[in-house]
């Protein structure tokens, strides 16, 4: 897996990668990028929403995807940090679903190279779904009689249920749960009346100051582009003396030098979207920012070692709020029946 | 509250009951019965439906009603025992939601008299919701900004976020959580085809053994006509010398004694709707039994003295899956985004 470390290529690389040449913003497209060997398929996307919404991949049975991703909502779960079976803490906030399929990398550190990868890791996370192991997990689910045919419908008669196709499965869901249409995609999309005077103030305030160097992209997250896989990182904080650092205890933590050890990786982080952030505090990996102005405030010091006016904060608030929604309205899923013995 | 010892009632009761007089077969009505104080409106039902999937209702914002009343699946949790905050299990199975409104009073044993009452007793419950008290409850969703225009659009504009409305909602959603139209149903409205010989035949066992004198009317849990709030009780187990009362430990819990601590409520127990059983395993108050046949023999052994021989059991069990379903289709609700120190 090829590794950006984002702020210096970004800024090498903006106009190659916007829209439209001379600027960086790029409205949501209408449709995820999906992998030639996943291809959505209404059977598979129907299969992929069950199984994302079942508890009975969890070792309780309490626990499912939409648990902490709960797509009624802003696609988290509203904590600091998430709580998975047997009342355990997570260590991380959860990031939202929506538009995740948008992303290069998943996870707060990028470990996961795609969404069928992601979509793994949490079943057999201790403190997430606590499964033993994967094999576990999809037996459990071959228990269930009423699966047999959705996997079927999906993937073809034979064997069918397998913990890949299950990936496949909430994957190719999850490709379905975006947000193009908000405030902003209508302006860059050029309606210019679909944003306020203060939110264009914020746009301008938001480029101006460097923001969009690391939060570009039709989602914020990295430039257009990049292929998935190909974590797009940033050092965070990369300020260690602001006064933030301590006050949310942002350093505690290395990001993706936990999970690999290596010394480059300290304190680097996949650059979270800036999507739908009115739907998903509390805020940065730890959840320890309350509000979105604060976070702003916190940005400013930590990554451009600038203290914000409340004039500027304000005004890139309003244009960030302007890049939430429209939630697409989703039908329940139907689950088969459990078998009794099943859970104990 | 009066209260209805099920037993001999029933035997006299059920020819009054009867819509068609000499049979003790009703159909599921296409709406369930409400309260004059709390008649259903679109906005008073889709903010149940809101109130009814949102987890912040709970301590640590993980736990809401769908939790262990999964309305995509069977309206329980799949599980012998709940598990609510914390990791806690609760002492008795999740009754199904699915056509509670049907029935004379809630809980396993009975004492709440009302859906409206029943909302409220979860919340507060430390091993389910776990919040301190109903105030607390319902000054963490006032503090949800987005919650305030459909308490209004449901309640009318002033003081609408109370938790009796709350609870209102909650019922008056729960009233459209009903299944008309299974293949029991269409048969007793006439369709002559709707059930297989053999379901016919367990029908037939159904009444001849006596099962239908407590599992008689619409929800097979009770006569039709009883006044809500009016708990159709009956003892369980009446033979305690069954070998399945050791087996599966079903006289431990005392039923409605553990509430009122009155002699005469000793092993006292709300008879349950025999309704969607295919989709609410595992069975009893305890959870203890694991398949549908094996809790028709347990039934037979511990209500009626009997050993019901395989051919009953099967012929029974027939008959008892053509009490399932349809689901109706669902949307999604779409909840409210949440301020960032609302929980911790």
């Known amino acids: 897996m090829k590794i950006i470390a984002g702020f210096f290529l970004a ?21 995820a990028p999906e992998p030639k060997d996943n291809l959505a398929t209404p059977a598979k996307v129907e299969l992929g929403k069950m199984l994302y919404f079942d508890p009975r991949f969890s070792e309780t049975g309490t626990v499912s995807c939409f648990s902490c991703h709960n797509v009624m909502e802003g696609g988290d779960d509203h904590r600091p940090t998430s709580i998975g079976v047997h009342g355990q803490k997570g260590g991380r906030n959860a990031p939202t679903v929506w ?3 948008f992303l290069s990398s998943q996870f707060w550190d990028g470990r996961a190279g795609t969404l069928e990868d992601q979509a793994k890791g949490p079943v057999t ?26 996997f079927e419908a999906a993937f073809g008669s034979g064997d069918a ?31 210019k009346t679909a944003l306020t005077e203060q939110q264009i103030a914020g746009m301008k305030q ?12 039709p989602a914020f997250a990295g430039p257009v582009g990049l292929p998935t896989g190909t974590p797009f990182l940033m050092k965070f904080p990369m300020f260690p003396a602001s006064p933030y650092v301590a006050t949310y205890d942002l350093a505690k933590d290395q990001g993706r030098f ?3 050890g290596k010394e480059s ?13 009115v739907y998903t505090a509390p805020y940065m990996h730890n959840g320890a920012v309350k509000t979105i102005p604060e976070a702003v405030r916190v940005m400013g010091s930590t990554q451009l070692n600038r203290t914000l006016s409340d004039q500027e904060v304000n005004d890139i608030v309003a244009f960030l709020e302007s890049l939430t929604g429209p939630f697409p309205t989703q039908a329940m899923p139907k689950l088969p029946p459990t078998p009794g013995d099943l859970l104990q």
């Open 258 to 260: 936990e999970s690999t």
């Open 99 to 101: 538009n995740a399929a």
């Open 161 to 191: 249920i397998t913990i890949g196709n299950a990936a496949k499965a909430i994957a190719a869901y999850e490709r379905t749960l975006i947000t193009p249409g908000s405030a902003y995609d209508r302006f860059v999309s050029g309606n």
């Open 265 to 277: 990786d300290r304190h680097m982080w996949r650059v979270p979207t800036l999507r739908n952030l």
């Open 206 to 217: 938001f480029q101006a100051l460097g923001c969009v160097a690391c939060h570009q992209g």
């Open 125 to 150: 996370n201790p403190v997430e779904m606590g499964m033993k192991d994967l094999q576990s997990a999809i037996d459990r689910i071959g228990r269930i009689p009423g699966y047999r045919q959705p």
């Open 11 to 31: 800024i090498l690389a903006l106009p190659a990668f916007a829209a439209d040449p001379g600027t960086p913003w790029q409205s949501l497209p209408l449709k």
